[in-house]
């Protein structure tokens, strides 16, 4: 993947992950992704753009622990969200 496409798909993420149209999960995932989404790899955006597929209040559910992730939805990604959630917002 050349330079120019990782851009292009990074700003992709981001643009998705700041508007999923439920302000909550914008704000966690919108800043996650502005935070994490340069120092990923090819494997771990991969992960990160099956999560954006999921609904809103179902991934929102599994972010913040309400609800357990379902087994195919397990992945590193998914736990480093989840403690993001928990070291960036639970605080507030």
Known sequence: MSANDREARLKKLSFR??????????????????????????????????????????????IIERDPTPIEYQSEIMNELNYYYKTAYTKL
């Open 17 to 62: 992950a700041w508007r999923r149209g439920f302000k909550e999960a914008d704000i966690i995932l919108g800043n996650f992704a502005d935070d994490r989404l340069p120092m990923m790899s090819d494997a771990q955006l991969d992960l990160f753009e099956v999560l954006l597929e999921v609904p809103d209040q179902d991934l929102y559910g599994w």
